[in-house]
């Protein structure tokens, strides 16, 4: 929600923060135009569009900005464009093709089983341009990891960094990559490299508040990291967790039932028992993944459904 901390920031930077279901978004407010990095998740559309419509008082949205085409990121893109009409979308330039062929096998709606309203694409980035963005030059980074295509945004002047799901004060995304048996790890560790050469001042992530330590947030990154890295079950273990956390997030409640045919078909939860699980049926895989999630309080169970904390 908007009234963080932000006075590390100049006054045309808004950054409003959102929760776990929708990423954070920030309105950058130029003297002749407008720009939203990043649109939430699409049940929240209709706030997005309040946060976005209250800060603009009347005036136009003339561009979105997506890190990268996670649910929770970009979907918002189609209520904003059809509330603001001719709005330019500009996305990591590896999606174009997908978005334009709307893949949602590649775009990894169907594989985490997750939302996402179909948006129109105008223009790619790509690591080494420059946009204004607020009557401000930013550097677009590649930050591939948590996602191969994922961007960050930099503003040299003010030591700005726009993390996305590379870095948050505590921790950093899912890696995504893994779970399917692509090398991300390494990945992970050269962008944390690259964040630390940026040499920020102040961090907008993802998620969570803006933060101002990113050498102790880069050093909880790397320990986890190297835990992820000598225990890639682990880490398969907290993706499914994840998944599982954020459906609840998105539902409310659901009937265990519907719960456990809605993960037995999602397409990353399958790869896990034969990848990193010795092959455990997905239905008892999730199953103890669920109780793992209520002894730690993320979820309890009322009757037949299980419902989110
Ligand atoms: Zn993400």
């Not at 990154?221 to 835990?227: D, F, G, K, S, T």
Request: overall charge negative; some cysteine.
């Amino acid at each position: 929600m908007p009234g963080m901390d932000m006075a590390w920031l100049p006054a045309q930077v808004l950054v409003f923060e959102r929760g776990w279901l929708s990423s954070n978004n920030v309105l950058l407010l130029g003297r002749e135009d407008a720009v939203l990095v990043d649109t939430g998740y699409c049940t929240h559309a209709a706030q997005t569009l309040a946060l976005v419509g209250d800060a603009l008082e009347g005036r136009p949205l003339h561009r979105i900005v997506n890190t990268h085409l996670h649910s929770d990121h970009c979907g918002g893109n189609a209520a904003l464009q059809q509330a603001y009409p001719g709005l330019r979308t500009s996305i990591p330039a590896g999606e174009l093709a997908a978005v334009r062929a709307w893949d949602d096998g590649a775009l990894t709606y169907a594989s985490t089983g997750q939302q996402c309203p179909r948006f129109l694409a105008t223009d790619g980035l790509r690591p080494g341009d420059t946009l204004t963005m607020g009557d401000l030059p930013w550097e677009v980074h590649g930050a591939p990891g948590h996602d191969p295509q994922e961007l960050m945004l930099r503003q040299p002047d003010h030591g700005i960094l726009i993390s996305a799901d590379a870095l948050w004060q505590n921790g950093y995304g899912v890696v995504f990559p893994e779970l399917e048996g692509e090398p991300g790890f390494e990945d992970v560790g050269r962008t944390l490299d690259l964040i630390e050469r940026l040499r920020p001042r102040v961090i907008i992530p993802g998620h969570g508040g803006i933060f101002t330590d990113v050498e102790q947030a880069l050093a909880r990154a790397r320990r986890r990291l190297a835990h992820q890295c000598a225990d890639p079950q682990a880490h398969a273990w907290h993706a499914l967790k994840v998944l599982l956390k954020f459906k609840l997030l998105e539902q409310g409640r659901m009937p265990s039932s519907s719960l456990l045919s809605w993960a037995s078909a999602m397409p990353y939860a399958a790869g896990l028992g034969s990848r990193y699980f010795e092959g455990e049926p997905v239905a008892s895989l999730v199953e103890r993944a669920l109780g793992s999630l209520m002894k730690s309080g993320a979820l309890r169970r009322e009757g037949q459904d299980v419902i989110d904390c």
